[in-house]
C-alpha cells in the first residue's frame, strides 16, 4: 500500500483510553508549534474512555475520591471543578461515577482539540504491524483496511488485556466461560441461572454488580484462592501527606520479608495511637516506584507469588458504597464467597459443573451454575495475549518482556527496550505494563504523571 506522506512532525498514538488520550494533551501543552500532527488511533469508535469508564452504569465508581482524580498533573483540582459544575454537592471526597470520568475525559480531548485545531487527528482502524523504516529514523504503521501511516514517533497505550483462561478450565469448556469485561455478554446470560465469578478484586466484582443488577434474585458464587475482597475507603478519605522516604523503611535490608515485617509493624503501631493503616499505604505510595527498582528479580518474584494478593486489597481499596453493597450481597445470602482451588469444570445439562479444593479443608465443594465468568483480573503476558501489533514486534524483536512476565520493559523515557537490550529510538509505551519498571502503573495519579513526562518528551524531542 501506498503510506501518506508525514507532515514535518507525526507523532501516532495507539490506543485512545486514558494513557494515549492524555498523552496527546500533554504532548499539546508542551509544544503546539505548527508542523505538528498527533494521530490518536483506536481501533474501536469510542475514544477516551478505554475499558475503565466505557460502561453507562452509575452503580460502577471510581475507587479513588474526586481529589485526587484530576487527568492533568498540574491542575490538581481540574476534576473536582468539572463535578461541581453538574452537582455543587459534590467535593473533593466524593466517588464519582465512571461513566461521569468518561465525559470528564471526552470534555478534555475536545477542549485541547478546540484550542489547538487540525493538530490532532482520530483514526478508527487497528494497527497490524509497526515496522521501523530502512533508515531507523520513522516507523510505518500497518492498518487493517486501510493505507499505511508515517510516523517520527509511535506511543503504544494499548490498555488492559483480557485474562487468561486459569489454570483447572479445559479449552472444551471455554466458551461457556465469559469475560468479566464483556458486560454485553454478561448481559446476555439467562437472568435466572445461578453464575460463578472468577476472582474477588474489582474486576470480580464489577461483574457481581451487573449480575446482580439485572435479577436482585440471581445466585452469585465468588471465587478466589484465598477468599479475600478489597477494602474500602473510609467515608471522609484524607489526602496523603507528603513526606520523604518512610523512616521505618530506612536501615533494613531490601527483601520482601524485611519489608513486609516492617510495614505490618508500622500499621499495627498507628492503629494503637488512633491512627490508621490506609494513611501509612498512601505515604509509601510516591515512593513504591524506587522500592520496586530496588528489589532483586528474585525478590520481585517472591512479591508476586506470596504478598500480592495482600497488597492488593489494601492498596486498591473499593468506594466506601461498593464496599458496602457487596457485604450486603454477601450477607444476604445471594452472593456465596468460597475460598478454594477450582480443579475441574465440566459440561452440565444447562451449564457447567464445577469443583472447588476448598481452602484449608479436605473436601470438595461441587456448585452447577449456567455460566462461568473469568473475573481474575487483565493479563500482562504479552506471550499469552492475541494481539497482532504485540505479535508482530514480539517476533521482529522489538519489543522486551520484563522477567517476571507483568508488562514491557522501558527505558527512563519510556522508550521500549528491544529483545537485544537496547533503547528503541521513537518508540514508547504507556500504560499499565509501566508495572514492570514503576509498578504503579495502573490508577490515574501515576498514569497522569507519565503520561504529562512522555508528552513532554515527545514535545520537545526532534
Not at 508500622?266 to 494503637?272: D, H, M, N
Not at 451449564?351 to 465443594?365: C, D, F, P, T
Request: charge should be positive.
Amino acid at each position: 500500500m501506498t503510506a501518506f506522506p508525514p507532515p514535518a512532525r507525526c507523532i501516532a498514538i495507539i490506543g485512545a483510553g486514558f494513557s494515549g488520550t492524555l498523552t496527546a494533551i500533554n504532548t499539546l501543552k508542551a509544544n503546539s508549534a505548527e508542523g505538528l500532527r498527533i494521530l490518536l488511533i483506536e481501533k474501536t469508535r469510542q475514544t477516551c474512555r478505554g475499558l475503565a469508564y466505557r460502561y453507562d452504569d452509575d452503580n460502577l465508581l471510581l475507587n479513588v475520591p474526586a481529589g485526587n482524580m484530576s487527568a492533568l498533573a498540574d491542575e490538581p483540582n481540574d476534576f473536582v471543578a468539572f463535578c461541581e459544575e453538574l452537582d455543587p454537592a459534590f467535593n473533593t471526597k466524593s466517588f464519582i461515577s465512571r461513566r461521569l470520568y468518561g465525559e470528564y475525559l471526552e470534555q478534555k480531548l475536545k477542549d485541547a482539540m478546540d484550542q489547538y485545531p487540525g493538530v490532532i487527528s482520530i483514526v478508527n482502524a487497528q494497527v497490524n504491524a509497526v515496522q521501523l523504516s530502512t533508515d531507523c529514523k520513522s516507523y510505518r504503521l500497518q492498518l487493517e483496511g486501510a493505507e499505511d501511516v508515517m510516523a517520527d514517533k509511535v506511543v503504544l497505550a494499548l490498555g488492559h488485556f483480557a485474562p487468561k483462561l486459569p489454570a483447572g478450565i479445559q479449552l472444551t469448556v471455554s466458551s461457556q466461560v465469559v469475560n468479566a469485561l464483556d458486560f454485553a455478554a454478561i448481559d446476555a446470560l439467562d437472568r435466572n441461572a445461578p453464575v460463578a465469578v472468577l476472582g474477588m478484586g474489582h474486576t470480580a466484582i464489577d461483574a457481581v454488580f451487573r449480575l446482580t443488577s439485572c435479577n436482585p434474585d440471581r445466585k452469585v458464587y465468588m471465587i478466589s484462592r484465598r477468599g479475600l475482597l478489597p477494602f474500602g475507603h473510609r467515608f471522609n478519605p484524607q489526602p496523603p501527606r507528603t513526606s520523604g522516604f518512610p523512616s521505618w523503611l530506612a536501615s533494613i535490608p531490601v527483601t520482601i520479608r524485611a519489608y513486609t515485617r516492617a510495614a505490618r509493624e508500622e500499621a499495627k503501631a498507628r492503629e494503637a495511637h488512633g491512627g490508621n493503616w490506609r494513611d501509612m499505604l498512601n505515604e509509601l505510595r510516591p515512593h513504591t516506584a524506587t522500592i520496586w527498582k530496588s528489589f532483586s528479580d528474585s525478590q520481585r518474584r517472591k512479591f508476586l507469588q506470596r504478598v500480592l494478593p495482600y497488597w492488593d486489597i489494601h492498596r486498591h481499596r473499593l468506594a466506601p458504597a461498593s464496599e458496602r453493597r457487596i457485604k450486603q450481597l454477601i450477607e444476604s445470602g445471594q452472593v456465596v464467597r468460597l475460598a478454594g482451588k477450582v480443579t475441574r469444570v465440566e459440561h452440565a445439562c444447562s451449564g457447567v459443573q464445577i469443583e472447588v479444593a476448598l481452602r484449608g479443608l479436605k473436601g470438595l465443594s461441587s456448585i452447577q451454575v449456567g455460566a462461568l465468568i473469568n473475573g481474575t483480573g487483565p493479563s500482562y503476558d504479552i506471550t499469552a495475549v492475541d494481539q497482532p501489533i504485540l505479535n508482530q514486534l514480539l517476533c521482529d524483536g522489538l519489543i522486551k518482556q520484563d522477567k517476571q512476565k507483568i508488562g514491557l520493559e522501558v527505558d527512563e523515557h519510556y522508550q521500549l527496550i528491544t529483545a537485544q537490550g537496547d533503547s528503541l529510538q521513537g518508540l514508547h509505551y504507556i500504560g499499565p505494563m509501566l508495572k514492570a519498571s514503576f509498578w504503579e502503573a495502573i490508577a490515574v495519579p501515576e498514569l497522569r504523571i507519565h503520561a504529562q513526562q512522555l508528552g513532554r518528551r515527545l514535545a520537545t524531542q526532534s
